[in-house]
């Protein structure tokens, strides 16, 4: 384009010789315009997403990624028994989820030989990269296996890691009884406050919580809260918790005494099983009364089941 505005005006006695001034600016100033959006044009084709395009041809063909490899042979083992050969490959290279996948597949025995202590080996091989991998360790050093000998405090490190990197609710449940055992109270408040936050698994973490306070173990004293927690963790079928709350309401630690409710958690506590079965709360009260609590704790046991256990020893992929 710019040869032309040079010939243009070059040539301007000859071709354009009948051409007034303000007519030949009108047509230099368009050809100029011109130029600059073929410019423009070229700048935009120069930052065009190749990435992208390659992304859309690539899933348009089929091509595989490694990821999706390594996915397909674990989910080939797991649901077939079949070798994970691929899986391995990629597990030798170091990739770490192919061998926390390898490390699942020994403990559980699918694919390969059921054997926990190289479940161990490989879950070690790459716990460093993958708090999935830290987490199974943790749970394996926890509660022992076949070969692998319990080791509670040799635990802590790989559930601290898959605590603080994925914030695994069983994760953080466990930490907290390794705390308890430690008396290491603030950090284990620390680790209930972000269960309470997360809202999961109330059941453990609601016991814990309600018994630091009522215990005077806790950094704040408040019955309330404690009750509240206390609650939560009835709700799932905690026995101890409900003895724990009844004896909350009954001596009236929130400053309100309560033996009407401290007789329904009583009830509470001696059907979820693991406690003593005195009946401390009805002893004092009128034989209409304690068949009203009885009668109202049926109700709440007829329409709020036992649910399932929570699963601490399985690992995860």
Not at 10 to 27: A, D, R, S
Not at 144 to 169: F, I, N
Not at 272 to 278: E, I
Request: with cysteine.
């Amino acid at each position: 384009m710019i040869l032309l505005h040079v010939c243009i005006i070059c040539n301007y006695h000859h071709p354009f010789k009948k051409m007034n001034i303000p007519t030949f600016v009108l047509i230099l100033m368009a050809v100029l315009t011109a130029d600059a959006q073929a410019k423009s044009e070229d700048d935009a084709k120069s930052s065009f997403d190749l990435s992208a395009l390659y992304s859309k041809f690539k899933a348009a063909s089929g091509i595989t990624t490694t990821q999706q490899i390594i996915q397909s042979d674990f989910n080939a083992a797991l649901t077939n028994n079949t070798s994970p050969t691929k899986l391995f490959s990629y597990a030798k290279k170091g990739d770490p989820s192919a061998c926390n996948y390898v490390g699942y597949l020994f403990e559980v025995g699918k694919g390969v030989k059921q054997d926990s202590v190289k479940a161990e080996k490989w879950f070690l091989y790459c716990a460093k990269n993958n708090p999935k991998a830290a987490y199974n360790l943790g749970v394996i050093y926890s509660d022992g296996r076949l070969g692998v000998l319990q080791d509670k405090a040799r635990a802590v490190p790989y559930l601290k890691k898959a605590w603080s990197e994925l914030h695994l609710p069983l994760a953080g449940i466990r930490l907290a009884y390794w705390y308890r055992s430690q008396k290491d109270w603030q950090s284990e408040w620390d680790v209930l406050t972000t269960l309470e936050i997360g809202k999961k698994y109330p059941r453990h973490w609601g016991y814990l919580m309600g018994e630091m306070i009522i215990m005077k173990q806790a950094p704040i004293y408040d019955p309330t809260k404690a009750n509240n927690a206390l609650s939560l963790a009835v709700d799932k079928y905690n026995g101890q918790a409900a003895e724990l709350l009844a004896y909350s309401l009954g001596t009236g630690l929130n400053g309100t005494v309560d033996t009407y409710h401290a007789c329904i958690t009583e009830v509470f506590a001696e059907t979820f099983g693991g406690v003593s079965g005195t009946a401390r709360w009805r002893s004092g009260m009128s034989d209409s009364d304690v068949a009203a609590c009885k009668g109202e704790a049926a109700i709440w046991l007829s329409k709020n089941k036992r649910p399932e256990p929570i699963d601490f020893q399985s690992l995860i992929y």
